[in-house]
């Protein structure tokens, strides 16, 4: 399996663009995370999918910060528009399911707001 | 609330050497507790976990935790370290079994291995 996968590695980006950063979890898993991770805040968890529907939403910032999960193989993590304290490195995780505390990570999206 | 503090936010060793990260853990119930290791433009992947039952954890790459409850830690070490340890590792702690989304993590530890 090439576990899970994001896409992009960076982005580089000014202020008030919109960013849009894209996960496929690992196939055959059902639950899927976005985490941020900042050198202030650690690493944060800001909305989580089962089944694609999401459950918990109450960590995104703000309105600004939306994520879909259309279908099992894909989600994204949509920025409009992007601030500079947006910058972070945002990661997808999967797991089997949302009772299952392994977590599988993908590498992460470096973001800045310029 | 729960919460990890991870005592020191960068520890070296040499290869060889004993690898002990400090972990200390808050939480109003009987904790969950984890660690992950998030290698170079990796992301964390889980090292090991306590849930319940026998208190010295043993997890991959041959790295053991013990859950003390009087001390309200769960250290990570590690006999002997090879260089393929230089990481990034996050002690990590949830309140409710069975809960991916209710994982608390810490600020890391960065180890280094000097050769």
């Known amino acids: 399996d090439a576990g899970v996968i994001q896409s992009p590695r960076h982005e580089v980006t000014e202020m008030g663009q919109e960013v849009t950063l894209r996960c496929k979890p690992i196939?055959?898993?059902?639950?899927l995370f976005w985490y941020r991770q900042t050198m202030m805040r650690g690493l944060e968890l800001l909305i989580y999918f089962n089944n694609n529907v999401p459950i918990d939403d109450s960590g995104m910032p703000e309105d600004r910060f939306s994520a879909k999960m259309p279908n099992a193989s894909f989600s994204t993590l949509k920025i409009q528009p992007s601030e500079p304290r947006d910058s972070a490195v945002y990661f997808c995780a999967s797991s089997v399911s949302a009772s299952n505390e392994k977590l599988f990570f993908g590498s992460g999206t470096q973001l800045s707001v310029l | 609330a729960q919460s990890v503090t991870q005592l020191g936010s960068h520890v070296s060793v040499s290869e060889g050497a004993l690898v002990l990260l400090r972990c200390n853990y808050s939480s109003s119930v009987p904790p969950y507790l984890f660690w992950y290791v998030q290698y170079p433009n990796q992301g964390l992947q889980l090292l090991l976990k306590y849930t319940t039952g026998a208190t010295l954890v043993k997890g991959i790459n041959g790295f053991e935790a013990e859950f003390k409850k009087s001390e309200t830690s769960f250290h990570l070490t590690k006999p002997s370290a090879h260089m393929s340890d230089a990481a990034e590792y996050f002690c990590a702690v949830s309140d409710s079994y069975g809960s991916a989304s209710k994982i608390i993590f810490g600020s890391g530890t960065r180890l280094s291995i000097r050769p």
């Open positions: 196939s055959g898993h059902n639950s």
